[in-house]
């Protein structure tokens, strides 16, 4: 099992710009989250889906979108880049029924708005 | 609104001295707390959460809800330790809305 995928690693994109990021929960997961870690600064939650529908959300604008698939395989998308979105994007994983607090990390993608 | 504080950047140490990395929360509930670590060029883990009580590689953290602390302990540290100590609370309602701290970097001296 590789545990939590992300894709791509690193992204370079142009202000204003349109972003879609993946994540692939590890084997037997059914929930996935989204943080956002600027730099020196810790995780910050963005929106969490289970059966395919965002359950929970973080303060984060509406160009912050997602999707959970019916493998439960994610995407965040983010509309209309600024400078302030770069980041290091984080997608965790978890099995609700089981131990819901048990999240499983990804290695994130950096994203870089020039 | 929920928030995890940890006081200090950077936290060094000598080989075989005491560790305590220190946590503080706000939370109007009764929150679930964990600490997470990351070690270099690793992903960022799960430690331990204060409902197991347990130890892990030595490290115990006891939540303290009239100081509402959760601070990290290890009696000795180990070179190994060095690594990014990120304290979170929890929802615990069910979700898993985890709110993190700014974190604090052990580095540990031997």
């Known amino acids: 099992d590789a545990g939590v995928t992300q894709s791509p690693t690193h992204l370079i994109k142009t202000r204003g710009q349109q972003v879609t990021l993946r994540c692939s929960p590890k084997?037997?997961?059914?929930?996935v989250s989204w943080y956002q870690q600027a730099l020196g600064q810790g995780p910050q939650f963005i929106f969490q889906?289970?059966?395919?529908?965002?359950?929970q959300r973080g303060n984060f604008p509406d160009r912050f979108s997602g999707h959970q698939f019916p493998n439960y395989s994610s995407e965040l998308n983010v509309n209309a880049l600024l400078l302030g979105d770069s980041a290091l994007y984080l997608c965790?994983?978890?099995?609700?029924?089981?131990?819901?607090?048990?999240?499983?990390f990804g290695p994130g993608t950096r994203l870089t708005v020039t | 609104a929920q928030r995890v504080t940890q006081p200090e950047k950077l936290l060094s140490v000598f080989k075989g001295a005491p560790v305590e990395l220190k946590c503080n929360y706000s939370?109007?509930?009764?929150?679930?707390l964990f600490w997470y670590v990351q070690y270099s060029r690793q992903r960022l883990q799960l430690l331990l959460r204060?409902?197991s009580r347990e130890s892990i590689k030595g490290f115990t953290a006891d939540l303290n809800k009239g100081e509402t602390s959760f601070h990290l302990k290890k009696p000795f540290a180990q070179e190994e330790d060095s690594a990014m100590y990120y304290c979170?609370?929890?929802?615990?309602?069910?979700?898993?809305?985890?709110?993190f701290g700014t974190g604090t970097k052990l580095q540990v001296i031997p």
């Open positions: 965790a994983s978890s099995l609700v029924d089981r131990n819901p607090y048990e999240q499983y």
């Open positions: 084997s037997g997961h059914d929930t």
């Open positions: 889906y289970y059966e395919e529908e965002e359950r």
């Open positions: 939370y109007s509930g009764s929150p679930e």
């Open positions: 204060h409902i």
């Open positions: 979170a609370l929890a929802d615990s309602g069910g979700y898993q809305k985890v709110t």
